[in-house]
């Protein structure tokens, strides 16, 4: 069974308001989470990586204050896209990293499409 | 050129053909990772690799870390396993905030 869970799977929301994305490992505690975003036929894209406690650390070209990141704790990070544009519909994938195991497993991806 | 390249980026087979998809990197790596993606989207880590060869049921995946190439394998093909195949890499001590990189994918079609 999923061992990270992301809700919700997909959502449709107005031009000009928020969304939140959850990501959940389910029975690990996930130090490191990673946030994706993919576009159709196109390869996954790094959007920001989630360490627990602290800041995210975005990739070059991400808007910070419009992808907020918050990894309040060991198993639970959260993407609010904020001020939603039609150009920010796509697929939003976390993944989490197990270091007990020294891997990494992926959500279930959450289909947005802004309106 | 990017550090991960798979080939072929798009292939079609005939049911229970066997199939490889081929996965060359440039960086040194602790580990890969083969991943199978769906139309819906979801992702499935097939295999994590870091030497030798990983067998789960029809599916094979070998690397050869001093080539830094890695192949996928799906023996007796079907058309359950059509899909997008992405190889992806972890960097050498992959520590805290080290980010995967990925390949471009291989879209799988596998006609019945």
């Known amino acids: 069974g999923a061992v990270v869970s992301q809700h919700p799977s997909w959502v449709i929301c107005k031009s000009g308001t928020s969304v939140k994305i959850e990501c959940r490992s389910l029975?690990?505690?996930?130090?490191?989470m990673f946030w994706y975003r993919q576009f159709p036929k196109q390869s996954l894209m790094l959007m920001a990586t989630s360490n627990e406690g602290s800041k995210a650390t975005y990739e070059q070209g991400v808007e910070k204050d419009k992808f907020l990141i918050n990894h309040a704790s060991l198993t639970l990070s959260t993407l609010t896209v904020t001020s939603a544009h039609p150009e920010d519909s796509s697929f939003y994938i976390c993944s989490a990293r197990d270091r007990g195991r020294n891997t990494i497993y992926f959500g279930e991806g959450s289909w947005l499409t802004v309106v | 050129k990017n550090e991960v390249e798979q080939s072929p980026q798009n292939l079609t087979a005939q049911e229970g053909e066997f199939i490889t998809i081929n996965c060359s990197y440039s960086v040194g790596i602790s580990a890969l990772h083969w991943l199978q993606q769906h139309p819906g989207g979801g992702i499935v880590s097939l295999f994590m690799?870091?030497?030798g060869k990983k067998k789960h049921g029809r599916l094979i995946a070998t690397i050869n870390i001093q080539e830094k190439h890695s192949s996928l394998h799906i023996t007796a093909s079907h058309p359950r396993d059509s899909a997008v195949y992405i190889c992806?890499?972890?960097?050498?001590?992959?520590?805290?905030?080290?980010?995967?990189?990925f390949g471009e994918g291989t879209q799988l079609t596998v006609n019945p």
């Open positions: 690799l870091s030497s």
């Open positions: 992806a890499v972890l960097p050498q001590a992959w520590t805290s905030g080290s980010r995967l990189t």
């Open positions: 029975d690990f505690q996930a130090t490191t």
